[in-house]
T-cell receptor, first 111, second 113 residues
């Protein structure tokens, strides 16, 4: 059974600081997704990582995938208040067309 | 533009009543999913469908049912609503190719009194 673990589950950051959210998963997969959710809103797709070594960047966020380590990271550079949200990673099951989600990381950026 | 919609967006009902939440997508996706989101539990899969007439149970399917009579719609029915089913419900859809993105609807906030 595929399990996806995110850490930390809660992250309070100062503006301007860097930090990384980690997403570990338990079985083979080379397809990983990152989502953002604002309070009271739906999930919005951030990144789709489809191969070992894949790296995607959008603004102050950069996501990477290491399929050998079964690890994806979401790196935040010089955090700003607007990045406050909950971030989810999700892994595509190798067999079966459905995603398994991590528990989410609540990010709060303090000014 | 293609989209995925849910209705109603908010609903309050009483214990024991049957409730149906609608999900409609115009992506022409074969794969559709229902999740519930509760504090401390993240997203949990309720039911999913890989195409017309196909339905499958997820990890928290007790007390819920779905039917898929066309590509666009996957309604979720709570047969006899319970207070434990108070939650936010999200519908999602994705294409059938490996690596296709999954898109989420806006959510339905359900309160069972």
């Amino acid at each position: 059974e595929l399990k996806v673990e995110q850490n930390p589950l809660f992250l309070s950051m100062q503006e301007g600081k860097n930090y990384t959210i980690y997403c570990n998963y338990s079985t083979t997969s080379d397809r990983l997704y990152w989502y953002r959710q604002d309070p009271g809103k739906s999930l919005e797709s951030l990144f789709v990582l489809l191969s070992n070594g894949a790296v995607k960047q959008e603004g102050r966020l950069m996501a990477s995938l290491d399929t050998k380590a079964r690890l994806s990271t979401l790196h935040i550079t010089a955090a700003v208040h607007d990045l406050s949200a909950t971030y989810f990673c999700a892994v595509d099951m190798y067999y079966g067309n459905k995603l398994v989600f991590g528990a989410g990381t609540i990010l709060r950026v303090k000014s | 533009d293609a989209e995925i919609t849910q209705s109603p967006r908010h609903k309050i009902t009483e214990t024991g009543r049957q409730v149906t939440l609608a999900c409609h997508q115009t992506w022409n996706h074969n794969n559709m999913f229902w999740y519930r989101q509760d504090l401390g539990h993240g997203l949990r899969l309720i039911h999913y469908s890989y195409g017309v007439q196909d339905t499958n149970k997820g990890e928290v399917s007790d007390g819920y049912s779905v039917s898929r009579s066309n590509t666009e719609d996957l309604p979720l029915t709570l047969e006899s609503a319970a207070s434990s089913q108070t939650s936010v419900y999200f519908c999602a859809s994705r294409g059938g190719y490996a690596g296709d993105e999954q898109f989420f609807g806006p959510g339905t906030r359900l309160t069972v009194l």
